[in-house]
T-cell receptor
Framework: QKEVEQNSGPLSVPEGAIASLNCTYSDRGSQSFFWYRQYSGKSPELIMFIYSNGDKEDGRFTAQLNKASQYVSLLIRDSQPSDSATYLCAADSSASKIIFGSGTRLSIRP | EAGVAQSPRYKIIEKRQSVAFWCNPISGHATLYWYQQILGQGPKLLIQFQNNGVVDDSQLPKDRFSAERLKGVDSTLKIQPAKLEDSAVYLC??????????????FGSGTRLTVV
C-alpha cells in the first residue's frame, strides 16, 4: 500500500516565526510531490510542487525534497495568521494520480 | 478559465437513501477524479476517468457507489444505499492527460454529504 504520512498536529507557531511541516512517503517510484493548503470548510488548494532533490522557493514558501530519505518538507517563513490551515502533503502514484497524507493542522498564534 | 464545478454544495440524507453528485471539469481536461475526504483525513481517490473510460476504481465500494462519465465531459457519482460512514466531502478534480503528476490538479468546491 503506497502511503504518505504526516504528523496530524496541531502545530502551533508564533506569528513571524518559521513553520516547518514534514512528511514521508513509501513509494520510491514517486517522482513529484505536492503541498496543498486547506482552510476549514474549503477544498484543497495547490501551493507548491517539487520534483528534484533540494529546495524550491516561492515567496514565503520553501519546499524541500530528499529522495534518498523519502522525505518532503514545507517551510513557511514570516508566518501569518492567514497561514493557519491544514497542509496536505501528496505524491504522484501510477497512471497520473496523486495520493495524499492525512494533513498537518497549523495554527499561527498572534 | 472556469474551474471545476460541483453540485450540490451540501446534502443531508437519511441512511439507506440514495444521493448523486455532479461534476463538470475544466474545459479540455480529459482526466477526471473523484475523491472522498472524511473529516480529519486526507482525500482518498475513489475513481479516475480518462475521457469516458475508467482508469482506476480500485478503492470505490462498488456494492453501493457508482460513477459514470458518459460523454467524456461531466460526471456523476452515486451512492445507493448510503451508510452513516459515507458522511464526507466528495471532491472532484480534473487535469490534462498526463499532467497531474507534473502539476497536480485543481479541485472543485466539493459536496459535503451528511448521512443521518
Amino acid at each position: 500500500q503506497k502511503e504518505v504520512e504526516q504528523n496530524s498536529g496541531p502545530l502551533s507557531v508564533p506569528e513571524g516565526a518559521i513553520a516547518s511541516l514534514n512528511c514521508t512517503y513509501s513509494d520510491r517510484g514517486s517522482q513529484s510531490f505536492f503541498w496543498y493548503r486547506q482552510y476549514s470548510g474549503k477544498s484543497p488548494e495547490l501551493i507548491m510542487f517539487i520534483y528534484s532533490n533540494g529546495d524550491k522557493e516561492d515567496g514565503r514558501f520553501t519546499a524541500q525534497l530528499n529522495k534518498a530519505s523519502q522525505y518532503v518538507s514545507l517551510l513557511i517563513r514570516d508566518s501569518q495568521p492567514s497561514d493557519s490551515a491544514t497542509y496536505l502533503c501528496a505524491a504522484d502514484s501510477s497512471a497520473s494520480k496523486i495520493i495524499f497524507g492525512s494533513g498537518t493542522r497549523l495554527s499561527i498564534r498572534p | 478559465e472556469a474551474g471545476v464545478a460541483q453540485s450540490p454544495r451540501y446534502k443531508i440524507i437519511e441512511k439507506r437513501q440514495s444521493v448523486a453528485f455532479w461534476c463538470n471539469p475544466i474545459s479540455g481536461h480529459a482526466t477526471l477524479y473523484w475523491y472522498q475526504q472524511i473529516l480529519g483525513q486526507g482525500p482518498k481517490l475513489l475513481i479516475q476517468f480518462q475521457n469516458n473510460g475508467v482508469v482506476d476504481d480500485s478503492q470505490l465500494p462498488k456494492d453501493r457507489f457508482s460513477a459514470e462519465r458518459l460523454k467524456g465531459v461531466d460526471s456523476t457519482l452515486k451512492i445507493q444505499p448510503a451508510k452513516l460512514e459515507d458522511s464526507a466531502v466528495y471532491l472532484c478534480a480534473s487535469s490534462l492527460v498526463g499532467e497531474a503528476s507534473l502539476y497536480g490538479y485543481t479541485f472543485g468546491s466539493g459536496t459535503r454529504l451528511t448521512v443521518v
